[in-house]
């Protein structure tokens, strides 16, 4: 019997994510099973929690692998914050912030939608101004837009909401590994991030944090959390200390991977890893002013995990992306929306973010060109 699996290409993983995996991760996912109960997989857990408190940048009790992609962790954030009718304010500059504005609506917040040009991050003073104007619940942005490569100013919006009573939500599913994430200093109250990113992981786990008011905030809704598999109240059951009541069962295996991957940042060193993200980003900036290309995004807002790069005139950005992948077994990713055909997203995530793939795909794009 043929099987399809025995051919799958080696393809470098230049996108928007999923990002390559390392082996060890990849040695993780296959080792032996154990129960959920098991307290060998308990203690992996608390490591794991451990583990991502300190690639958030929190002391948040509440911090824990759900099971499903960083959508997962969005949804788990809004559904467990809002009630019908609650005000929430969302800071919009890309696809991941009109996701963010379709969630929260679909749950019955009476949402306001704060719009910025997309490739431009987000205007601190309009936030301000908006502030102003009424009182939220909830104040949410994108920190890392991977739809257009923009770094937000999330210091800067939490300090603007220090002192109110607004809970501040950040998505940071592209910054996570990538680019320092610091939560508590930010005065971040829920924050979420995927596996499939910076963090090297296969797609199926989203690492969130919920700060002590966020927590208080959740115990005191006066509905339930309208979604079963990723309330929160019941999850603490089972990932929180003291006796693990059975919820549902977690992918065993996805987590030995998150496990490793997280593990794998920390030993290389958390802010080795930022620097080297770092380094490798101004490599392919120079290998793109080599043929020409410019970046769509002023420099000081550039995501150094993700580059979205203007396709010159009379380049046919879809043809390229398919002869790299074809002939080359290398993929980037087009535009979304409103970007579509206009820009290429280069990622440079994680274990992939190394000099010698900024050079692969650099030759490849000189002979196709
Ligand atoms: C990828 C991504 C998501 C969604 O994650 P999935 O794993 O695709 O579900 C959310 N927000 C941002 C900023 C992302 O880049």
């Given at each position: 019997m043929y099987?399809?699996?025995?051919?799958?290409?080696?393809?470098?993983?230049?996108?928007?994510g999923p990002s390559g995996v390392a082996p060890s991760t990849y040695h993780a996912l296959s080792?032996?099973?154990?129960?959920?109960m098991d307290p060998f997989f308990i203690r992996i857990m608390d490591e794991l929690k451990d583990g991502l408190r300190l690639l958030f940048g929190t002391r948040n009790e509440l911090t824990v692998p759900l099971s499903g992609t960083g959508s997962s962790g969005m949804e788990a954030a809004f559904v467990n914050l809002v009630e019908k009718g609650d005000k929430v304010l969302i800071l919009q500059n890309g696809v991941f912030g009109t996701r963010m504005v379709d969630v929260a609506g679909r749950l019955g917040a009476e949402v306001t939608e704060l719009a910025f040009e997309w490739g431009k991050p987000v205007d601190v003073d309009r936030v301000a101004d908006q502030l102003g104007k009424d009182r939220y619940k909830i104040v949410a942005v994108v920190f890392a837009e991977t739809s257009t490569g923009v770094r937000n100013p999330a210091k800067e919006i939490g300090d603007l909401l220090k002192g109110t009573d607004a809970l501040y939500l950040v998505d940071a599913v592209t910054a996570i590994g990538g680019i320092p994430v610091e939560a508590d200093n930010?005065?971040?109250d829920i924050c979420y991030a995927g596996g499939q990113k910076c963090l090297s992981c296969p797609p199926g786990a989203s690492p969130i944090t919920f700060s002590d008011r966020a927590v208080e905030a959740i115990k005191n809704r006066k509905t339930k959390v309208p979604n079963w598999y990723l309330d929160m109240t019941l999850l603490t059951a089972y990932w929180g200390g003291g006796t693990r009541v059975y919820h549902h069962t977690p992918p065993v295996n996805m987590m030995y991977a998150?496990?490793?991957?997280?593990?794998?940042?920390?030993?290389?060193?958390?802010?080795?890893?930022?620097?080297?993200h770092e380094r490798v980003?101004?490599?392919?900036?120079?290998?793109?002013?080599?043929?020409?290309w410019a970046f769509l995004v002023d420099e000081p807002y550039r995501l150094p995990?993700?580059?979205?790069?203007?396709?010159?005139?009379?380049?046919?950005?879809?043809?390229l992306r398919k002869r790299l992948l074809n002939e080359y077994h290398i993929e980037?990713?087009?535009?979304?929306g409103a970007l579509a055909g206009k820009i290429v997203r280069i990622g440079l995530m994680g274990y992939n973010a190394k000099e010698e793939n900024v050079d692969r795909l650099i030759t490849a794009m000189k002979e196709i060109l």
């Open positions: 099987n399809s699996l025995d051919d799958i290409p080696a393809t470098l993983l230049l996108g928007a080792k032996s099973i154990i129960g959920h930010w005065g971040v998150l496990y490793q991957a997280v593990y794998n940042i920390l030993e290389e060193g958390i802010d080795n890893v930022f620097a080297r980003h101004k490599h392919l900036a120079k290998g793109l002013a080599e043929i020409g995990e993700l580059n979205t790069v203007v396709v010159p005139e009379g380049v046919d950005e879809a043809a980037i990713n087009g535009g979304l």
